[in-house]
């Protein structure tokens, strides 16, 4: 059943059993789940069935670190989310990932991978993903010709791609929308969360338009994005005894990390330019540090891939100002999204039966540098944070500040990958890497470049701001997803995780929704048995005691 806050007049309650915050990837996952496990679910969205300005503008807030995209454009709050405009892009964190790094301060999951690897293989259909995993096997075994580097110095991960770029949205959820244990309520923004006894006791949210309502449910689960998580744990005051909440902000940061002169530019563009076919699934591989270099040189686990790109400081060209236009310059209304999806799926196709020969061309022309794409790892870092500023929005809550912050090991970690490239490239005599300048030792800290991606700055991943831990001295939620302290309060989403790796989160986000889903109902199911026994020893002394018939 679906209700809008704004249609409501004054007032309305609602007494549920598990009520989830915000209908974006990792809120929609686990309501699935939960039903599935026979829960009645009020999955709130702060937002419509589409974009709305007005309700856009509560995300707006303040820059005051690094370079970032304005706050009111960097996700999307209607019903499905961030995942409206995604790319598609599905990988799995490595095992390294989740270990603890004596050379990266911070990391270490309280879970490990084999934690995740089962909920993997239950999120891949969710994306429309085949249950094998590719490698760079079958792209060889279709004519791809990748380069044959050392297993010790680089690996070549894939990526797949979801086939659908709408998976999420208000009309791909009708079994959501018409579940008759579910009731969606959109335009309900929470502005506050109370929590008594340790345990939250009630939620409030409220319209644009004025309508108000208060919520009270035995758990309540919040999944509205690596800032909003934040933000109204911090607006609460919840799960912040020890300053941790809105702490280790990461990104993947973008950049480009150099340019690879002379050589066998062709197989390479072949090999990591374009998209891949393989039995009716959209692949691409990219490169990443072994994970024998990373412990040998103290590196991080990010990535690069070779493309195309006109040389740095370049006039760009018209296609791809017009490109980024229609992605982050029209409103991302359904009108806007169907604008910019036509074009990314022209640009697929064109990539597929066109390139390499066209950036081959423009590069032989020397109109374009064969270039590396950084998309980086973020070092966790607690001085990289939201936290809250003195403006109010509309409903009166108060604006969030970016602090983002970048340290020395992201950028020596990029460093390093650049020049494990260039010696397995210069091995196997297929060209030479001349770093990007910014990577000296006296350049800047970090260096974005608009000519290198669409997306120039980050991927858009918001990371880190509620991190599990084993203590609350050291993060906001438990292995389970719950905030310490607190019996009924859960968290999910990419800002639970503790360290970002390399991968797009949005399919690590929908594995540990399942996760966290399955740990609630197996709570509840424990707190019912214990209730009914309960009840059971209560009624037998009533009758031992003569207060009942018997």
Same mark, same amino acid.
């Not at 709408?166 to 929470?190: L, Y």
């Given at each position: 059943?679906?209700?809008?806050?704004?249609?409501?007049?004054?007032?309305?309650?609602?007494?549920? @059993?598990?009520?989830?915050?915000?209908?974006?990837?990792?809120?929609?996952?686990?309501?699935?789940?939960?039903?599935?496990?026979?829960? @009645?679910?009020?999955?709130?969205?702060?937002?419509?069935?589409?974009? @709305?300005?007005?309700?856009?503008?509560?995300?707006?807030?303040?820059?005051?670190?690094?370079?970032?995209?304005?706050?009111? /454009?960097?996700?999307?709050?209607? $019903?499905?989310?961030?995942?409206?405009?995604?790319?598609?892009?599905?990988?799995? !964190?490595?095992?390294?990932?989740?270990?603890?790094?004596?050379?990266?301060?911070?990391?270490?999951?309280?879970?490990?991978?084999?934690?995740?690897?089962?909920?993997?293989?239950? #999120?891949?259909?969710?994306?429309?993903?085949?249950?094998?995993?590719?490698?760079?096997?079958?792209?060889?075994?279709?004519?791809?010709?990748?380069?044959?580097?050392?297993?010790?110095?680089?690996?070549?991960?894939?990526?797949?791609?979801?086939?659908?770029?709408?998976? $999420?949205?208000?009309?791909?959820?009708?079994?959501?929308?018409?579940?008759?244990?579910?009731? &969606?309520?959109?335009?309900?923004?929470?502005?506050?969360?109370?929590?008594? +006894?340790?345990?939250?006791?009630?939620?409030?949210?409220?319209? =644009?338009?004025?309508?108000?309502?208060?919520?009270?449910?035995? &758990?309540?689960?919040?999944?509205?994005?690596?800032?909003?998580?934040?933000?109204?744990?911090?607006?609460?005051?919840?799960?912040?005894?020890?300053?941790?909440?809105?702490?280790?902000?990461?990104?993947?940061?973008?950049?480009?990390?150099?340019?690879?002169?002379?050589?066998?530019?062709?197989?390479?563009?072949?090999?990591?330019?374009?998209?891949?076919?393989?039995?009716?699934?959209?692949? +691409?591989?990219?490169?990443?540090?072994?994970?024998?270099?990373?412990?040998?040189?103290?590196?991080?686990?990010?990535?690069?891939?070779?493309?195309?790109?006109? *040389?740095?400081?370049?006039?760009? $060209?018209?296609?791809?100002?017009?490109?980024?236009?229609?992605?982050?310059?029209?409103?991302?209304?359904?009108?806007?999204?169907?604008?910019?999806? +036509?074009?990314?799926?022209?640009?697929?196709? +064109?990539?597929?039966?066109?390139?390499?020969?066209?950036?081959? =061309?423009?590069?032989?022309?020397?109109?374009?540098?064969?270039?590396?794409?950084?998309?980086?790892?973020?070092?966790?870092? *607690?001085?990289?944070?939201?936290?809250?500023?003195?403006?109010?929005?509309?409903?009166?809550?108060?604006?969030?500040?970016?602090?983002?912050?970048?340290?020395?090991?992201?950028?020596?970690?990029?460093?390093?990958?650049?020049?494990?490239?260039?010696?397995?490239?210069?091995?196997?005599?297929?060209?030479?890497? @001349?770093? #990007?300048?910014? !990577?000296?030792?006296?350049?800047?800290?970090?260096?974005?470049?608009?000519?290198?991606?669409?997306?120039?700055?980050?991927?858009?991943?918001?990371?880190?701001?509620?991190?599990?831990?084993?203590?609350?001295?050291?993060?906001?939620?438990?292995?389970?997803?719950?905030?310490?302290?607190?019996?009924?309060?859960?968290?999910?989403?990419?800002?639970?995780?503790?360290?970002?790796?390399?991968?797009?989160?949005? !399919?690590?986000?929908?594995?540990?929704?399942?996760?966290?889903?399955?740990?609630?109902?197996?709570?509840?199911? %424990?707190? %019912?048995?214990?209730?009914?026994?309960?009840?059971?020893?209560?009624?037998? /002394?009533? &009758?031992?005691?003569?207060?009942?018939?018997?």
């Amino acid at each position: 059943m679906m209700l809008d806050l704004d249609d409501i007049d004054g007032a309305i309650r609602r007494q549920t @059993e598990i009520c989830v915050v915000g209908a974006g990837a990792a809120g929609i996952a686990l309501t699935r789940r939960l039903l599935a496990a026979g829960h @009645e679910v009020l999955l709130l969205e702060s937002g419509g069935k589409d974009f @709305e300005a007005a309700t856009a503008d509560l995300n707006a807030g303040a820059n005051i670190g690094e370079d970032y995209y304005p706050l009111h /454009d960097a996700r999307m709050r209607f $019903f499905g989310g961030t995942t409206a405009i995604w790319g598609g892009r599905c990988a799995e !964190l490595d095992p390294i990932d989740l270990e603890r790094r004596d050379w990266v301060p911070h990391s270490g999951w309280p879970i490990g991978w084999s934690d995740l690897a089962p909920y993997y293989a239950e #999120a891949r259909p969710m994306f429309g993903l085949p249950d094998r995993r590719y490698n760079i096997a079958d792209l060889r075994s279709h004519g791809v010709p990748v380069p044959h580097f050392s297993d010790q110095m680089l690996n070549t991960p894939i990526w797949t791609f979801d086939p659908r770029f709408n998976r $999420f949205t208000f009309d791909a959820c009708d079994d959501i929308i018409s579940h008759p244990r579910c009731q &969606v309520i959109c335009h309900a923004s929470v502005t506050g969360i109370e929590r008594r +006894a340790g345990a939250v006791q009630r939620l409030e949210a409220r319209s =644009l338009k004025g309508g108000r309502l208060i919520v009270s449910a035995d &758990v309540v689960v919040l999944a509205a994005g690596g800032i909003e998580n934040a933000r109204l744990l911090l607006t609460s005051d919840i799960g912040n005894q020890y300053d941790q909440v809105g702490r280790y902000f990461m990104e993947h940061p973008h950049a480009r990390g150099g340019r690879i002169v002379g050589g066998d530019s062709w197989n390479l563009l072949k090999s990591f330019a374009r998209r891949h076919r393989i039995d009716g699934q959209d692949v +691409a591989a990219l490169i990443t540090p072994a994970a024998e270099v990373q412990r040998r040189e103290g590196l991080l686990n990010s990535s690069l891939t070779i493309v195309a790109r006109q *040389p740095a400081r370049a006039t760009q $060209f018209v296609g791809m100002r017009v490109y980024g236009s229609l992605k982050h310059d029209l409103e991302p209304t359904r009108r806007g999204r169907a604008l910019w999806m +036509a074009t990314k799926k022209a640009a697929n196709w +064109a990539q597929r039966h066109i390139d390499p020969a066209r950036p081959w =061309l423009l590069h032989k022309a020397g109109l374009a540098d064969i270039a590396l794409l950084v998309r980086a790892e973020q070092a966790p870092n *607690p001085d990289s944070r939201i936290t809250l500023g003195g403006e109010v929005d509309a409903l009166g809550v108060r604006r969030v500040k970016l602090d983002w912050r970048l340290s020395a090991l992201d950028k020596r970690s990029m460093g390093g990958l650049v020049g494990a490239l260039g010696e397995e490239l210069t091995r196997l005599g297929s060209g030479r890497v @001349e770093p #990007a300048a910014w !990577l000296a030792g006296d350049g800047p800290r970090w260096q974005s470049d608009p000519l290198i991606s669409s997306h120039p700055i980050g991927g858009y991943h918001h990371i880190g701001t509620t991190r599990m831990s084993t203590s609350p001295r050291t993060g906001v939620v438990d292995a389970d997803g719950r905030v310490h302290g607190l019996h009924n309060l859960y968290v999910v989403g990419s800002s639970t995780f503790s360290t970002a790796g390399w991968a797009n989160p949005t !399919l690590t986000i929908a594995a540990l929704a399942l996760r966290t889903a399955d740990r609630i109902s197996a709570a509840l199911v %424990r707190l %019912r048995r214990a209730s009914d026994i309960h009840a059971a020893y209560a009624w037998n /002394d009533d &009758v031992l005691l003569g207060r009942k018939a018997s």
